[in-house]
């Protein structure tokens, strides 16, 4: 979620524009543990990256997420004990600085897993899953929201895309919002044709 249709690859051209302002823009080298192929792109930025060491994929296991209504998602498996494991394998290498997870459902205990390597870790929440038909029908997924919304105080920081929405999640579920992110979104470099 959300459904893939809607969005038409606008948060892995996110992604990607992240990329840029971190590795182009600051210098840094970013490692990202996605189940989607980053070699396959066809961005020239996202190859000259891989070749150069300044992008490292670290190809984790997905799950193809699929409701009646709602549509059709790939997100990363992340309760799967082969990915928290390359995940903890990636933190104890003490190669890094920053976490940055996505609204990634379950990820309270990877945010844990990073606090406890001694890595801080921005979080987002950009998606409002209230509004779509499975969080109405299947009790599950109402449960896993709240778990999903709680999982914000594990962050070092919590983020989402807009001051209208940061403050909905403030009041509707006491939770904190300290940034407005990724600001990427509405940048030069995001707004470009594909």
Not at 65 to 93: C, E, H, K, Q, V
Not at 112 to 127: K, M, N, W
Not at 140 to 148: F, I, K
Request: proline share 6%.
């Amino acid at each position: 979620f959300p459904p893939l249709a809607k969005q038409a690859g606008g948060v892995a051209k996110d992604y990607f524009a992240l990329c840029r302002a971190l590795i182009d823009g600051l210098g840094w080298t970013v490692t990202i543990m996605t189940p989607v192929n980053v070699a396959a792109s066809g961005e020239p930025d996202v190859d000259r990256w891989l070749a150069t060491g300044l992008l490292d994929h670290a190809p984790v296991g997905g799950v193809l997420a699929s409701t009646r209504g709602d549509g059709i998602a790939t997100i990363l498996d992340l309760p799967s004990l082969s990915n928290i494991f390359l995940f903890a394998r990636l933190l104890y290498s003490g190669r890094y600085d920053l976490c940055i997870m996505d609204d990634l459902l379950f990820r309270a205990a990877a945010l844990l897993l990073a606090r406890a390597f001694g890595v801080p870790s921005i979080a987002t929440t950009h998606t409002d899953v209230t509004g779509l038909e499975v969080y109405a029908r299947i009790v599950s997924m109402r449960v896993a929201w709240y778990l999903h919304i709680a999982s914000a105080f594990c962050a070092t920081v919590h983020a989402t895309v807009s001051e209208v929405f940061a403050d909905t999640l403030r009041v509707r579920y006491r939770i904190p919002v300290h940034a407005i992110w990724p600001r990427v979104l509405w940048s030069e470099q995001f707004c470009k044709p594909p």
